[in-house]
């Protein structure tokens, strides 16, 4: 198995979650304005959409899209989803919403056509992850238990340290509280990043993806 990643990226996100569910995997890094890959390789001849992650499975098949990474890796690992009857369908849910809502509002950080956005998006990031911030529950997203969506937010929480964006206090602790787990401190080690335990002052990452 071999994860397909930017440092710093979503992908960040598969990293952490296959740590924890004690995955073994190769890591390849790709370089997002090259399109080249560490080893050489075209990227867009192994995933034509261009971006990051992309999870090549031992059989020969490719998953693709964030939420079908974390999804799969959850399915390895169920104790990285949510228990109870409608377990799998939360996380879905909230796999789905900090995809197409929280994700999205960050790409006028990264598009320098959108420029005059940003000041806006600032706002809108902030009012997202005030959202989210009362989904936190006891320790993390789903209560006491850390799951795949706790490691997508974590990788967007760096990205709102970044550029600045105002967070509450509650979400200053759940940050450093995931920061803290040895899986995340691994694979920010891995990729190069800062051991960031605060959203003050943490590095910039290759690319939103």
């Known amino acids: 198995m071999k ?3 930017a440092p710093g990226a979503c992908s960040l996100a598969g990293r952490i979650s296959l740590h924890e ?27 034509p959409r261009g ?3 992309l999870l090549a499975l031992d059989d020969g098949n490719a998953i ?22 409608l377990g799998r369908t939360r996380l879905i849910e909230i796999l789905s919403w900090l995809s197409t809502e929280l994700h999205v509002a960050f790409r006028p950080f990264s598009d320098s056509s959108r420029a005059a956005e940003r000041a806006n998006a600032v706002d809108v990031v902030a009012k997202l992850l005030e959202i989210i911030s009362e989904r936190i529950n006891e320790l993390y997203l789903f209560g006491p238990r850390f799951t795949v969506a706790d490691a997508y937010l974590f990788a967007m929480l760096r990205w709102a340290g970044a550029y600045g964006v ?4 509650e979400m200053h602790g759940y940050f450093e509280r995931v920061a803290e787990r ?10 190069g990043l800062p051991d960031a335990r605060s ?4 590095s910039s990452f290759e690319a939103l993806i």
């Open 3 to 5: 994860l397909y990643y």
């Open 21 to 47: 569910a004690g995955i073994v995997a190769e890591f390849e890094r790709v370089d997002m304005k090259t399109k080249i890959t560490e080893q050489g390789y075209d990227y867009l001849s192994i995933n």
């Open 51 to 53: 971006y990051v992650p």
């Open 64 to 85: 693709t899209e964030n939420i079908a990474v974390l999804e799969f890796i959850a399915d390895r690992d169920p104790g990285l989803a949510p228990g109870g009857l």
């Open 166 to 169: 105002p967070v509450s206090p």
């Open 182 to 191: 040895p899986s995340v401190q691994l694979a920010l080690s891995e990729e």
């Open 199 to 202: 959203l003050i002052d943490i």
